[in-house]
């Protein structure tokens, strides 16, 4: 559930939002742009597969059927990945996945899962110079197989692997990309990988609930079937119910009121450590969905700010509190862990400690947030706070599809499209020219006569 409170004229003063008038005054407009975002899921053109994935049995079965095939051969998983395709299988599995890798990679913990995202030599080589290669399975993932630092490292991999295990290589490659078109299909077939397919209809950073993140989760041991439960009934409840009851669109809701009153930051900040990366896979969805020229030339977006509870208290939260007043702040809170953790009555004489004695980490853990959000609060600070009952496969299930939802009905309403990324292309392009890719001679020239070299 979302907990609004703190966002509201009641309990913020001058900051706050007149919520119930709000609700009431936006509710035809959110059914409208809901269900105008739900008319067109069928489109492949309007990139809306991703609604549907958490209830797409098949695609779920063929992701099953190859992580049952490599269960018990591989100790280790390297997951070749950027942005989209890498973010959202990585949030989940630290989320859920036993957090210390010792155990990880024996029965019933799934294998240690690497994602090597960036293009970092001295990483890639330390890790290949501890891995096993004939213990090791690597899942390509790339919607395009253009993607630069993807298939730099699928070149490094191929080659380490081919160095140790020879011909068969390849049978220890996985490749997770668009059915029909790309650089990397057609190497499946000369090739001979096993592969699973993203829809084009999916666009990578809304791919998490496809293969491109259910298949690195299966092979770390998630309860893939809860979380995409979980995911589910976020679309039921998108589906079903009205703004006034629905935390998707009010969580969008929010965000456009805020956006349109300057505060262009919009901070993230799970209270676990574990799920701490919700916050990157989530930056990542909101900034390359929503920042945009819209087509009347004026730019929309919020910029989303990664934080983690409680660490963050003792660093960005000073600025949270008395920096400018630019900022919604969205708190993640489990109600319970997964397992308690009781602080222990060990020092009695220590009068200073004794109110912590007999109490578990999360009710401290719990307590800071309450804490941290109410002098929020008190400072004029909006926040708003997703309560999960724990981490669980089904809730962290829930809590991405919500926040794409939200994402996408932000875009609705501010009438951009929230599925496409024309801004980082330039970018790519240049890189291209400075590597001297054939094709990009114009860009490398332009780069040249304006000083700029590799
Ligand atoms: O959200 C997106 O579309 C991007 O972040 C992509 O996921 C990212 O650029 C990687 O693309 P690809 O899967 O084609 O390698």
Not at 75 to 99: E, F, K, R, Y
Not at 385 to 394: G, H, K, N, Q
């Amino acid at each position: 559930m979302l907990n609004t409170a703190n966002i509201t004229r009641e309990r913020l003063g001058a900051e706050g939002l007149e919520w119930d008038n709000e609700l009431s005054s936006h509710s035809a407009a959110f059914a409208a742009a809901r269900d105008a975002l739900l008319s067109r899921t069928d489109d492949e053109s309007a990139m809306l597969g991703w609604v549907g994935l958490p209830e797409d049995a098949a695609m779920l079965a063929a992701a099953q059927k190859l992580a049952a095939q490599y269960a018990g051969k591989f100790d280790d998983l390297i997951v070749l990945g950027i942005g989209g395709s890498s973010l959202g299988g990585l949030a989940i599995i630290t989320a859920l996945q036993h957090p210390y890798r010792a155990l990880q990679g024996k029965s019933g913990h799934g294998m240690r899962v690497h994602f090597v995202e960036n293009v970092d030599g001295d990483s890639i080589s330390a890790l290949l110079e501890v891995l096993d290669p004939k213990r090791t399975l690597v899942n390509v993932i790339s919607k395009s197989g253009t993607t630069t630092e993807t298939m730099s490292a699928y070149l490094i991999c191929k080659a380490w692997l081919e160095a140790s295990v020879g011909a068969n290589w390849s049978e220890q490659i996985v490749a997770t990309t668009d059915p029909v078109k790309g650089v990397l299909r057609p190497m499946v077939a000369q090739y001979g990988f096993s592969a699973l397919s993203v829809p084009p209809s999916v666009g990578g950073r809304f791919s998490v609930f496809s293969s491109v993140g259910t298949l690195p989760a299966l092979l770390a041991g998630v309860d893939v079937a809860a979380l995409l439960r979980g995911a589910s009934r976020a679309n039921q409840e998108f589906k079903t119910q009205s703004l006034s009851d629905n935390a998707a669109m009010q969580f969008a809701l929010a965000n456009i009121l805020y956006a349109a009153r300057g505060k262009n930051i919009v901070v993230l900040m799970p209270y676990s450590t574990r799920a701490r990366f919700i916050a990157d896979w989530f930056a990542q969805l909101w900034a390359e969905s929503l920042g945009k020229i819209h087509r009347d030339g004026h730019r929309t977006g919020t910029t989303p700010v990664k934080a983690v509870g409680a660490t963050d208290q003792h660093s960005v939260v000073q600025l949270f509190m008395e920096g400018p007043n630019d900022k919604l702040i969205a708190f993640v809170r489990f109600e319970a862990a997964g397992k308690e953790t009781l602080i222990p009555n060990s020092e009695p004489t220590q009068p200073d400690m004794n109110y912590l004695a007999n109490k578990s980490f999360q009710t401290l853990l719990n307590a800071e947030q309450a804490a941290t959000a109410n002098a929020l609060r008190t400072m004029e600070k909006p926040n708003l706070t997703f309560a999960l009952e724990a981490l669980t496969a089904e809730n962290l299930g829930w809590l991405m599809q919500t926040l794409m939802l939200s994402t996408a009905i932000v875009g609705e309403i501010w009438g951009i499209d929230a599925f496409n990324q024309p801004g980082v292309e330039l970018g790519k392009k240049f890189t291209y020219a400075l590597m001297g890719r054939p094709g990009f001679e114009d860009e490398r020239k332009r780069l040249e006569a304006e000083g700029v070299t590799g």
